[in-house]
């Protein structure tokens, strides 16, 4: 996303896109996971017979496309390494036209980007203090709930993160506690003596 300035494609052959349809239909999704997807893959779609009329439909290098492509599908057969990380479950051969590309960008109005933080912010353990790049606390960041931890899970399970947020956010909560008690510790031995 950084790299491209927010602007992104999912790319579908004829039979993924007829497997996904099928599977927001039937696939038994709540209806706010189902209704963008199928928005998505029916209306805001660009598409071409071949990938480089779908490269040439979405302003992409036809090059860049296909050589893409080329390398996902090795890696979706086991003959090369797969380029993104994905699991063997989640690759997909595309290799069927038509092609279609589904504008998943960030500033899409019909599709806003899908996204639930699972975790990614490194945090300490014990505190939930926010860590840096080198792994030291940053003073005064504690991080509760989805921004600290989380479950995945292969679809949205309404509640899933209730344990989450009140586990961390009392484990974050203790140790600011903590912390400003040992802060005051001086303070308040010193209105003593006085």
């Excluded at 496309?65 to 057969?77: F, G, I």
């Excluded at 590309?101 to 980007?113: E, G, K, M, T």
């Excluded at 921004?147 to 947020?165: F, Q, V, W």
């Amino acid at each position: 996303m950084e790299e491209q300035g927010g602007k992104a494609w999912l790319v579908l052959d004829a039979p993924l896109r007829k497997k996904a349809i099928r599977e927001a239909l039937f696939g038994g999704y709540w209806w706010f996971q189902s209704f963008p997807a199928l928005a998505l893959m029916l209306f805001k779609v660009r598409k071409g017979k071949t990938l480089n009329q779908l490269a040439t439909a979405t302003g992409m290098s036809e090059s860049v496309l296909r050589d893409s492509v080329l390398a996902a599908n090795a890696a979706a057969r086991g003959e090369a390494p797969e380029p993104f990380g994905k699991s063997p479950g989640g690759r997909q051969v595309l290799d069927q036209g038509p092609f279609y590309a589904c504008d998943i960008s960030v500033d899409n109005p019909v599709f806003p980007l899908g996204a639930l933080t699972l975790g990614g912010l490194r945090v300490d353990e014990h505190s939930g203090a926010a860590l840096d790049e080198q792994g030291q606390p940053i003073a005064g960041l504690y991080a509760a709930g989805r921004t600290a931890l989380g479950i995945p899970s292969h679809l949205y399970i309404s509640g899933l993160s209730l344990a989450d947020c009140v586990f961390s956010g009392r484990r974050a909560g203790a140790a600011v506690a903590q912390l400003t008690a040992r802060q005051l510790q001086p303070t308040l031995a010193s209105q003593v003596t006085s």
